[in-house]
T-cell receptor
Framework: DAGVTQTPRHEVAEKGQTIILKCEPV?????LFWYRQTKIQGLELLSYFRSKSLMEDGGAFKDRFKAEMLNSSFSTLKIQPTEPKDSAVYLCASSWDRGWEQYFGPGTRLTVL | GDSVTQTEGLVTLTEGLPVMLNCTYQ??????LFWYVQHLNEAPKLLLK?????KRTEHQGFHATLHKSSSSFHLQKSSAQLSDSALYYCALSDQPGYQNFYFGKGTSLTVIP
């Protein structure tokens, strides 16, 4: 079975740009998560979808971060406009159910100049 | 509210010494506890999980026992190896199907010769 895939693996953006990160979950999984990972904060939940419905939209991230799940096999995370403090690794994960094991993608390393 | 507290920051060990990374949690519900491991430039992946009180769970030389009386799920290994150098996350789910899933802030383990 294919795991979670994320593209691109690396992204460099200028401050103020719009960037879109992509994720394909494991086939058959119902839940999809977007996380931001930094050394200081660890894993921060950005968004959580269950069966394509948005269940959680991380409070502090609402204004410039928007995740969408267009179908059960594809999700995007848009950051608009980007700021240097957004530089981090963005991880996508999927699971059968929120209480079960989450399978993580390789992540997108975003650098905002 | 629900939360996970783990040994924070950096832990440096000499090869061959025992490993113990602490994890305690707080929840009012039935619990599933997880340890995830993330090696450098890789995605986090599940190392251990448990929901059974006082039962030892083992995988890849690591073990942990969920103790509900003390709300703990410490990760242990008898002898550290260089390849154990990684970032370790403890995570809590209230129960399968429930919406609550929490990651601790992560512990970076470095094993030196």
């Amino acid at each position: 079975d294919a795991g979670v895939t994320q593209t691109p693996r690396h992204e460099v953006a200028e401050k103020g740009q719009t960037i879109i990160l992509k994720c394909e979950p494991v086939s058959g999984h119902n839940d999809l998560f977007w996380y931001r990972q930094t050394k200081i904060q660890g894993l921060e939940l950005l968004s959580y979808f269950r069966s394509k419905s948005l269940m959680e939209d991380g409070g502090a991230f609402k204004d410039r971060f928007k995740a969408e799940m267009l179908n059960s096999s594809f999700s995007t995370l848009k950051i608009q406009p980007t700021e240097p403090k957004d530089s981090a690794v963005y991880l996508c994960a999927s699971s059968w159910d929120r209480g079960w094991e989450q399978y993580f993608g390789p992540g997108t390393r975003l650098t905002v100049l | 509210g629900d939360s996970v507290t783990q040994t924070e920051g950096l832990v440096t060990l000499t090869e061959g010494l025992p490993v113990m990374l602490n994890c305690t949690y707080q929840t009012a519900y039935s619990t599933f506890l997880f340890w995830y491991v993330q090696h450098l430039n890789e995605a986090p992946k599940l190392l251990l999980k448990s929901s059974t009180d006082n039962k030892r769970t083992e995988h890849q030389g690591f073990h942990a026992t969920l103790h509900k009386s003390s709300s703990s799920f410490h990760l242990q290994k008898s002898s550290a190896q260089l390849s154990d150098s990684a970032l370790y996350y403890c995570a809590l789910s209230d129960q399968p199907g429930y919406q609550n899933f929490y990651f601790g802030k992560g512990t970076s383990l470095t094993v030196i010769p």
